[in-house]
Nanobody, 124 residues
Framework: QVQLVESGGGLVQPGGSLRLSCAAS????????MGWFRQAPGKEREFVAA????????YYAGSVKGRFTISRDNAKNTVYLQMNSLKPEDTAIYYC?????????????????WGQGTQVTVSS
């Protein structure tokens, strides 16, 4: 079992930055590929970024590539999402997710554990 708790969301102006954190419980965090997803009102949950268990491989959705950076600190059982140059269309609830595999996936159904989400609002 893995429990995930996101933090760091909030209200930010267009062009601003936020860093989301996802703290995981359990002793085997380093065995999990971690992903960030987001869901805007009336839309399906969509993939944002993923990082493999060593942190050596990352993958991004085209809409955030070059603006967002995913990273992890296995000693702290935490995964991060640094979001720069934020746009109003980035407004959503952001979720972190975990799956015990070495391969990332862009599909929400591939992930076994989810956090409760943190709201990110980009508005002037």
């Amino acid at each position: 079992q893995v429990q995930l708790v996101e933090s760091g969301g909030g209200l930010v102006q267009p062009g601003g930055s936020l860093r989301l954190s996802c703290a995981a419980s359990g002793r085997t965090f380093s065995s999990y590929t971690m992903g960030w997803f987001r869901q805007a009102p009336g839309k399906e949950r969509e993939f944002v970024a993923a990082i493999n268990w060593t942190g050596g491989s990352t993958y991004y959705a085209g809409s955030v590539k070059g603006r967002f950076t995913i990273s992890r600190d296995n000693a702290k059982n935490t995964v991060y999402l640094q979001m720069n140059s934020l746009k109003p269309e980035d407004t959503a609830i952001y979720y972190c997710a975990a799956v015990r595999t070495s391969r990332y996936s862009t599909q929400p159904t591939s992930y076994d554990y989810w956090g409760q989400g943190t709201q990110v609002t980009v508005s002037s």
